[in-house]
């Protein structure tokens, strides 16, 4: 059993092209096969053998960026790309696949065959001549494109720097002024714990206003950032080519196309979900910018929305994040949270002293009472030289003996000088988030590669179990395991434990809006022929109740779309936060943390994985299907609903 990557591959190109071709020799003999262990188990253990080369060097490329490095890297997306479509596209391995569908298969296999003949036909099987190499170029050059448009991104965001004096960071408190302290004074930049400290802290208005506005015109012609950087064209390309892809498979868009993967039905589903959504929290959202707007007296703008919502949080509820930050210092909120995944499901999880490629990274072993069954690499403080936001990456899944691996990724605070790393409670929902999608990596028990963990769950289910985790993190027991002062070593007092949980849903229908907003953006621009940002615009119509300044091209760093995998599907995170709601307080009603019902969200849907219909699996689970009202109750969104998922 081997779970340590390579993290100082040699040679990635040659590596690539040696092993693509000793892949393709391997499909060709697969088609020749004609049982499950001719045909797919070689597949199978081949795609254990590239992916550890492959997610190395994508996971290497996010988190330790380098133009060297990346130079290489691209060399290879056209390989795997290539590679791919090989696969997809080979009329023999998809006859082969068909007809295992006549042998002797039990209920996983027959389900992932018939997910995989559905795969091969929208990767284009069926596809001759002209057409099918015009699709094939298609899909090399959007692997192109999604790299340059995460490259552009991170450049764009560490170019940009501020020095700053003392004084124009009024407001900050020490540990806020202990993040951006350099040795000649304090400087600025776009880091996500960066940006966001000036947003919610800073007094002086107009530097709020510089480092908003560089934050939301990045990589774009603005100019604030370097508009060699710009994404747009980067953009219309992808989108473009897009659309071209779907048309040749006879989709009438990339919306439909996407959706054929999915677990709902139609794009009108989902824009039907997300407008009711709209009708459902825009009153409340309006009343929640009233009450700002009368707190703040001033014509509110973007820069302000967050200091002001952030002094009026404080009036409401007596107290402010400061007030908070030092009883979560990192060491005591990852020992709390493994405390929680350990009573959840019955595991334990120890430190591995393993030097990584970073020494900020974590090494964790999980295991349950039979030994080891997987490992995560946790990276968790921002730097200039990785991708912004939080994911999960798989390095390799259940395969025989060798047990599953992942990497964690967030950007969140780092120590500074005399103190640990002290977290924002926002900061603690992310990690279990992130979390929740690892133990569905690593939980599984299903031992086809090509269904274990998140492999083949349907896009609009694969957020369930990490928005389920989050609920966990406001439990009064798990903020007391989560909780000890930096100093004194004591837990959170309850006053402030009540104070927190009476704060959760602050805005909560505002921000319900502006997810709705991305979800309505995202579902239409890849299903009408306009200028995204004129989608954009034809959206807030419906859904913006907050003014929006001529530099915002927040689009030109929108990272789920252009270069991750939520391109006509960033609706999943509101559709599987109903499940992942209506999930919680299912268990909470028997239970609750170590009751049967949460060992059965476990069996039923984390160790499932894409091996069985996941609604049918959620259906095993829960006994019903999930209602929106579990989402809007969740939220605290106080309007009765009548319509049903």
């Not at 071709?21 to 393709?24: A, D, F, I, P, Y």
């Not at 807030?540 to 907050?546: E, P, V």
């Given at each position: 059993m081997?779970?340590?990557?390579n993290f100082?591959p040699?040679n990635i190109v040659?590596?690539i092209q040696?092993l693509t071709?000793?892949?393709?020799e391997?499909v060709?003999?697969?088609?020749?096969g004609?049982?499950?262990?001719e045909v797919?188990?070689p597949?199978?253990a081949?795609e254990f053998e590239?992916?550890?080369?492959?997610n190395?060097?994508?996971?290497?490329?996010?988190v330790?960026f380098?133009e060297?490095?990346?130079?290489?890297?691209e060399?290879t997306l056209?390989l795997?790309?290539n590679?791919?479509?090989e696969i997809?596209?080979n009329?023999?391995?998809?006859q082969a696949?068909?007809?295992?569908?006549?042998t002797?298969l039990?209920e996983?296999q027959?389900y992932?065959?018939n997910?995989?003949i559905?795969?091969f036909e929208?990767?284009?099987?069926?596809?001759?001549?002209v057409i099918?190499?015009r699709?094939?170029?298609?899909?090399e050059?959007l692997?192109?494109?999604?790299?340059?448009?995460s490259k552009?991104?991170?450049?764009?965001t560490?170019?940009?720097?501020?020095?700053?004096?003392?004084?124009?960071l009024a407001g900050y408190d020490?540990?806020?002024?202990?993040k951006v302290?350099?040795?000649?004074?304090y400087?600025?930049s776009?880091?996500v714990?960066?940006?966001?400290?000036v947003m919610?802290?800073a007094?002086n208005?107009?530097?709020?206003?510089?480092v908003y506005k560089a934050?939301?015109?990045?990589?774009?012609?603005?100019g604030i950032t370097?508009k060699k950087?710009?994404?747009?064209?980067?953009m219309d390309e992808?989108?473009?080519l897009?659309?071209?892809?779907a048309?040749?498979l006879?989709f009438?868009?990339?919306a439909?196309?996407?959706?054929a993967?999915?677990?709902v039905?139609?794009?009108?589903?989902?824009?039907n979900f997300?407008?009711d959504?709209?009708?459902?929290?825009?009153?409340?959202?309006?009343q929640?910018l009233?009450?700002?707007?009368?707190f703040?007296?001033?014509?509110?703008?973007?820069w302000?929305?967050?200091?002001?919502a952030?002094?009026?949080?404080e009036?409401?509820f007596g107290f402010k994040?400061?007030?908070?930050t030092p009883?979560?210092?990192?060491?005591q909120?990852l020992?709390?949270l493994?405390?929680t995944?350990e009573n959840?499901?019955q595991?334990?999880?120890?430190?591995?002293d393993?030097?990584?490629?970073?020494?900020d990274?974590?090494v964790?072993d999980?295991?349950n009472k039979?030994g080891?069954?997987?490992?995560?690499y946790?990276?968790?403080?921002?730097?200039?030289d990785?991708r912004?936001?939080?994911?999960?990456a798989d390095?390799q899944?259940l395969?025989g003996n060798?047990n599953?691996?992942a990497?964690?990724?967030?950007?969140l605070n780092s120590p500074?000088?005399?103190?640990?790393?002290?977290?924002e409670f926002?900061?603690i929902?992310?990690?279990?988030?992130?979390?929740?999608h690892?133990?569905?990596?690593i939980l599984?028990?299903?031992?086809y590669?090509?269904?274990a963990?998140?492999a083949g769950?349907?896009?609009?289910?694969v957020e369930?179990?990490?928005?389920?985790?989050e609920?966990?993190c406001?439990?009064?027991?798990?903020?007391?395991?989560l909780?000890?002062?930096w100093?004194?070593?004591?837990?959170l007092?309850?006053n402030l434990y009540?104070?927190?949980?009476a704060?959760?849903d602050?805005?909560?229908?505002?921000?319900?809006?502006?997810?709705c907003?991305?979800?309505l953006?995202?579902?239409?621009?890849?299903?009408?022929?306009?200028d995204?940002?004129?989608v954009?615009?034809?959206v807030?119509?419906?859904?913006?109740?907050?003014k929006?300044v001529d530099?915002?091209?927040?689009l030109?760093?929108?990272?789920?779309?252009f270069?991750?995998?939520?391109a006509?599907g960033?609706?999943s995170y509101k559709?599987?936060?109903?499940?992942?709601a209506?999930a919680y307080y299912?268990?909470?009603?028997?239970?609750g943390?170590g009751?049967?019902a949460s060992?059965?969200?476990?069996?039923?849907?984390l160790e499932v994985?894409?091996?069985?219909d996941?609604?049918q699996?959620?259906l095993?689970?829960?006994?019903?299907?999930?209602?929106?009202k579990a989402?809007?109750?969740a939220n605290?969104?106080?309007?009765?609903?009548?319509t049903?998922?």
């Open positions: 081997n779970l340590t990557p100082k040699k040659n590596t040696t071709t000793k892949g393709l391997i060709d003999k697969a088609t020749q004609k049982t499950w262990a797919v188990e597949l199978d081949f590239l992916g550890h080369c492959v190395v060097n994508s996971h290497l490329n996010a330790m380098s060297d490095f990346n130079a290489e890297y060399k056209p795997i790309t590679f791919y479509t997809s596209s009329k023999f391995l998809y696949y068909k007809k295992l569908l006549n002797d039990n996983q027959t992932i065959i997910e995989a559905k795969d929208l990767s284009g099987v069926g596809l001759e001549g099918a190499e699709f094939k170029v298609i899909k050059r692997s192109l494109l999604n790299n340059q448009f552009n991104s991170l450049l764009a560490n170019e940009w720097k501020k020095a700053v004096s003392k004084e124009d020490g540990d806020k002024l202990a302290k350099t040795g000649e004074g400087e600025l776009l880091q714990p960066i940006y966001m400290d919610a802290y007094d208005r107009d530097l709020r206003e510089e934050y939301i015109s990045r990589a774009s012609e603005v370097d950087l710009d994404n747009k064209a980067t992808i989108l473009a897009r659309q071209e892809m048309g040749i006879g009438e868009n990339y439909q196309y996407s959706i993967a999915k677990m039905e139609s794009e009108n589903q989902v824009i997300l407008k959504l709209v009708v459902q929290s825009k009153p409340q959202a309006e929640e009233a009450e700002l707007k009368a703040a007296e001033i014509d509110l703008m973007p302000d929305f967050g200091y002001y952030e002094k009026l949080k009036q409401k994040k400061s007030d908070l009883y979560f210092p990192e060491s909120v020992k709390g493994f405390a995944i959840l499901y595991v334990s999880i120890t430190t591995v393993e030097v990584s490629y970073h020494p990274v974590q964790l999980i295991s039979l080891i069954v997987g490992r995560f946790l990276d968790v403080y921002a730097r200039e990785k912004g936001g939080a994911w999960m390095y899944p395969m060798e599953p691996v990497f964690v990724v967030c950007n500074t000088e005399g103190k640990p790393a002290l977290f926002d900061e929902v992310t990690l279990f988030h992130e979390f929740g690892a133990l569905h990596h599984t028990q299903v031992k590669p090509s269904a963990g998140i769950v349907p896009w609009d289910g369930l179990p990490s928005q389920y985790m609920f966990f406001y439990e009064k027991s798990v903020v007391k395991l909780s000890k002062h100093q004194t070593g004591e837990s007092p309850d009540d104070k927190l949980i704060s959760k602050f805005q909560s229908a505002l921000a319900m809006l502006r997810q907003e991305f979800s953006w995202d579902i239409k621009t890849h299903s009408e022929n306009k995204t940002y004129a954009l615009d034809e807030k119509k419906t859904t913006a109740l907050i929006t530099e915002n091209r927040f030109n760093t929108f990272g789920h779309i270069s991750g995998g939520y006509a960033y609706f559709w599987a936060e109903v499940l992942a209506d299912y268990v909470k009603s028997q239970g943390i009751s049967q060992v059965d969200f476990m069996h039923c849907i994985g894409g091996s069985l996941f609604m699996q959620y095993k689970f829960r006994g019903q299907k999930p209602s929106v989402l809007l109750k605290n969104i106080r309007v009765p609903l009548k049903p998922l």
